[in-house]
């Protein structure tokens, strides 16, 4: 240890005194008025002089004048310190903590200094106390936080890392040696990310600004491959020249948290068939697109997509089929739209894609197209080859006056309106799709109610046959007894025959009613022949019709002889259609007729037909009505009587169109012209005249 002579800071010594005593005296003065804790200790220890504010203090108490200033001290070292202080001039200083009259203790440090005569002995040593409370408390504190950081970080299991910008010297610490140990020794911030995560870590960097904090994921550059995550804070901090100095980053490991939420957001927001997001998805992404569009009058598409018939599928060909196409339809919508297209699967056979950035509606319908053409190849599934189309409804948002939340909806009624329209094809939204709708969602609900209040019934028109001049029966035609607008004819109520539920419920309905009116004119004895209801697509689909209609047959005793189905030859070419014609074989074989009904409408073709047992075929009205159709109408009776049928001609209003077709060798006739469809009440009264 260096001798240090520490001389008093106030100079009061008397330049004329030159004795050791003179001086002592100067310095007991001095101590004793001191405005500070001061004390005077001679060099046989003895206390000298003390300040007011050292006794005010406590710092020495019951220490008087004269007394060994030793025994103030305690401590065994402190003892030995100031005995060296004495004996070699050694400076030295301690913290004392005082509590004074149980006050909260105060922190003094005491610091010895000894005064030194010329030749080097020590006359004295003065005694300075500082309450240094405050300080104390500071130090403590930034030691304790400085704890807690080093805490947090290993808790944390974070790295710091600051980079000096001037000198390029990258500094770590932190208490996750795995992330030190692919952080450290790197000329670049940059290099310690992975490269296909640089060009946007570099883009964030980019536009960050100094002295903000920045948060950043990304993954980390590891030379075995392994993928680790990493959380970054990062600030960058300026220099006392306003210039940047250092780049602070706080790293964290969050590989784990991230294969985490990956695998939430999975089950969250992906589809599990197809992979394809999934409808909660979707909302988020169509927000996304709204806020743009109403931020910066973004022009955005969304595309709806209903695979036709898709239940038919499923039911016949199995799940797996069904499955298989869903998967192939996901396949190809990735193929026909960008990679920057929200494509979603919303459930069941439905599909959505929003399209952000659009200039045109060209540029909608271009992908729209590709699709239709995809969809035109057919599907390998097991084995065997089947072909699906899809009904597509748009619907652009570019008016910045409309409300694009109504897109949804409007892409919904364009999807709606290619289905009504035949299906396999894509429909744009039009306004004026949206009033012809609203009409038919409130149509649909009254008929639901006309049919729990039993507004529905059946009218009968007579068919005649041409050379025997007699009813060779009825066909069932159903009427709505509507309690305000009268008697109502199904053109009034088409949609509900197109509509799943009801077409089953009115079918139902039209079978039960007819099966009973026979059953009351068989009691009556009313020769009414045959009676033929009509059926629809869906009343096929649940592969069960045949069962059902000799079932309610037994059930109203009625012979099958009695009944005649007649079904449009768009049901024998749609979907499912070897489940018709099982179906129809079976109910011929049971001795139920077969009419195949608006013939000529549809795209089928007599020779397409020929599998299906048809005993009648019916040639639609339009070409018995229309002169023009004369040819048509002769070649259908002469092609349909040599393939074994008798053909009927609907819509025979007058004397000349019975002759011509009567000319022709048509079979029978059915129109205004005998008469129109009418209640069943009247049929026992028209029998007995047309018989006369
Ligand atoms: P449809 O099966 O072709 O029935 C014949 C339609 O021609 C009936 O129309 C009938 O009233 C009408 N008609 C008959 N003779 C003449 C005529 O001389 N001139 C004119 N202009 N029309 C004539 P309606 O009763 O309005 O039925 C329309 C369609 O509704 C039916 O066409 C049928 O497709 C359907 N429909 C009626 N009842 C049922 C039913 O119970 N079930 C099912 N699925 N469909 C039904
Ligand atoms: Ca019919
Ligand atoms: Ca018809």
Redo the contacts with the bound molecule.
């Keep these: 240890m260096t001798r240090t002579a520490v001389r008093p800071h106030v100079s009061i010594t008397d330049h004329e005194t030159k004795t050791p005593g003179a001086q002592m005296d100067a310095f007991e003065t001095f101590v004793r008025h001191a405005p500070f804790a001061a004390a005077l200790v001679d060099n046989a220890f003895r206390l000298t002089a003390v300040s007011p504010d050292w006794e005010s203090h406590g710092l020495s108490p019951d220490l008087h004048i004269g007394d060994d200033f030793r025994r103030a001290l305690f401590n065994p070292e402190d003892v030995d310190s100031l005995e060296r202080c004495v004996a070699f001039g050694e400076p030295f200083s301690r913290y004392r903590a005082i509590s004074l009259n149980g006050a909260e203790s105060r922190i003094w440090r005491t610091e010895f200094a000894a005064t030194l005569t010329e030749t080097g002995r020590t006359l004295a040593v003065i005694v300075t106390a500082r309450d240094v409370s405050g300080y104390a408390e500071t130090a403590l504190k930034a030691e304790r936080d400085q704890q807690r950081l080093k805490m947090a970080l290993e808790l944390d299991e974070l790295m710091v890392r600051e980079y000096d910008l001037r000198t390029g010297e990258i500094y770590c610490s932190g208490t996750s040696p795995e992330l030190e140990k692919w952080c450290l020794f790197k000329d670049d911030p940059l290099e310690i990310v992975h490269p296909d995560d640089r060009e946007k870590m570099a883009e964030l960097v980019r536009n960050r600004k100094d002295g903000e904090a920045q948060v950043f994921e990304f993954r980390l550059n590891r030379d075995d491959g392994v993928e680790t995550w990493v959380r970054s804070v990062g600030k960058k901090f300026l220099g006392a020249d306003g210039k940047p100095e250092r780049l602070v980053n706080l790293f964290k490991d969050i590989t784990d948290r991230r294969r985490h939420t990956e695998a939430v957001e999975n089950l969250a927001f992906k589809d599990s068939l197809t992979g394809l997001p999934n409808r909660a998805y979707f909302n988020r992404k169509f927000q996304e697109a709204v806020d743009a569009s109403e931020m910066m009058g973004e022009l955005f598409g969304l595309i709806m997509i209903d695979v036709d018939h898709f239940k038919d599928i499923n039911d016949t060909l199995g799940h797996d089929a069904g499955d298989a196409l869903l998967k192939r339809l996901a396949e190809m919508l990735h193929a026909a739209f960008r990679a920057g297209d929200t494509v979603a699967r919303l459930g069941g056979d439905e599909f959505a894609v929003i399209l952000r950035g659009l200039h045109s509606e060209a540029d909608m319908m271009r992908p729209v197209n590709a699709l239709q053409d995809l969809l035109r190849r057919p599907i390998e599934h097991g084995g065997r080859s089947f072909s699906v189309s899809a009904s597509i409804g748009a619907a652009l948002h570019g008016d910045p006056d409309a409300d694009p939340s109504h897109m949804i909806k409007n892409a919904d009624i364009a999807l709606y309106r290619a289905k009504d329209e035949g299906r396999n094809r894509s429909v744009v939204f039009d306004p004026s799709m949206r009033s012809a709708l609203e009409q038919r969602v409130e149509l649909l609900r009254d008929v639901r109610a006309a049919i729990a209040a039993k507004e529905f019934v ?2 009968y ?1 007579p068919i005649v046959d041409i050379a025997s001049h007699s009813v060779s029966g009825f ?5 709505w007894d509507h309690p305000e607008q009268g008697v109502l ?3 009034r109520f ?1 949609a509900a ?1 197109e509509d799943q539920d009801l ?1 089953l419920k ?2 139902d309905m ?1 079978f039960e009613t007819a099966l009973k009116q026979m059953r009351d004119w068989l009691d009556q004895g009313v020769e009414f022949g045959r009676v033929a ?4 697509a869906a ?1 096929f689909r649940s592969g069960r019709l045949a069962e059902e209609v000799q079932d309610r047959l037994k059930r109203w005793n009625v012979p099958c002889e009695r009944l005649t189905i ?1 079904v ?1 030859e768009n049901v024998y070419m749609g979907w499912g259609s070897e489940m018709v014609s099982e179906t129809v074989r079976q109910l011929h074989r049971a001795g139920v007729m077969i009419a195949l ?2 013939f000529g409408t549809g795209y089928a073709s007599l020779a397409n037909l020929r599998q299906f047992p048809i005993d009648r075929l ?1 040639i ?2 339009s070409f018995v ?1 229309n002169a023009e159709d004369a040819a048509i109408v002769k070649a259908v009776i002469t092609l349909g009587s040599s393939m074994g049928m008798k053909v009927v001609a ?4 007058d004397q000349a169109q019975l002759d011509a077709l009567a000319d022709y060798g048509c079979d029978q006739i ?4 005998f008469s ?2 009418m209640p069943a009440g009247m049929v026992p009264g028209f029998l007995e005249r047309f018989g006369e």
């Design positions: 059946l009218y028109q066909e069932a035609l159903m009427r004819t199904p053109d088409l025959f077409s009115l079918g039209a209801v009509n059926i629809s009343q007649e449009t009904d608006d019916k639609d009205k009505q609907e819509g025979v209003e059915q129109g205004y012209h129109r469809p």
